[in-house]
């Protein structure tokens, strides 16, 4: 008798509670009445970010209302996925009615001054995102000149050699405003403090910028003022004053 009690209880208990499910699901109970849609911190700050993430979420709005269970998280995840600013996204069911959305943002490398004058902001893989205004604008270096317009393999180049410089110090990502690319010279970076121009050619970029930290260091110790910095050399560094001709 005891072993009926429990195979019957066995067969119950599920019953039971995919009767409750049903009935909840049916009074609407799971549907979606929240969505959390949390974008994780940058480096280069929130301020541009908030119309892309303001558009999504009114994008995320149509599944206000639908039901938790039915909503397809590979199909959502795909769809956020298309947006050119994001880099991973990952969504989670939370009981009983609402769907999480974290996002990863592609990261801003640099900036591109247009020829109309828009700052498109350039990512790892050289593409462009939707272009920014000034004062929300990240603190990035600013790739000027007409050869970067068409060439995302040439901002690409320009992405990674930027990240081979330190982030701090006097020569670093930090102290640099614009960068200049010709094909026979490579690289110009200008300096955002002192207005130098250092010519860097195109490889051993870390190796340059050691060097040319050590003469901006040394020159600030002797307040010496200089207006051109050529590290683009084998083994030496040469320093062009500013009252040179």
Known sequence: MKLLKFFVGF?????????????????????????????????????????????????????????????????????????????????????????????????????????????LPVVSDGSFLEAVESKVAPDVPLLVGENFADKTELRKKSVEAVESIPLEGSFSRKSISEIQYDSKEGYWMTLIKSGIKVKMGEEQMALKGARVSQVIDYMDAHSFQARVIDANLSKKVLVRLRKDP
């Open 11 to 119: 067969l119950l208990i599920p019953l039971v509670l995919g009767f409750s499910f049903f009935s909840l699901e049916n009074s609407g109970f799971f549907n979606v009445d929240h969505i959390d849609l949390i974008v994780e911190k940058t480096p280069e700050g929130p301020l541009y970010m908030q119309p892309l993430v303001k558009r999504l979420d009114q994008a995320l709005e149509k599944y206000r209302g639908q039901s938790l269970w039915k909503i397809d998280l590979n199909e959502v995840s795909k769809k956020i996925g298309t947006e050119a600013w994001v880099q991973e996204v990952v969504l989670t069911r939370r009981f009983p009615s609402k769907l999480r959305v974290v996002i990863e943002p592609k990261e801003i490398k640099l900036l591109y001054l247009s020829r109309g004058g828009k700052l």
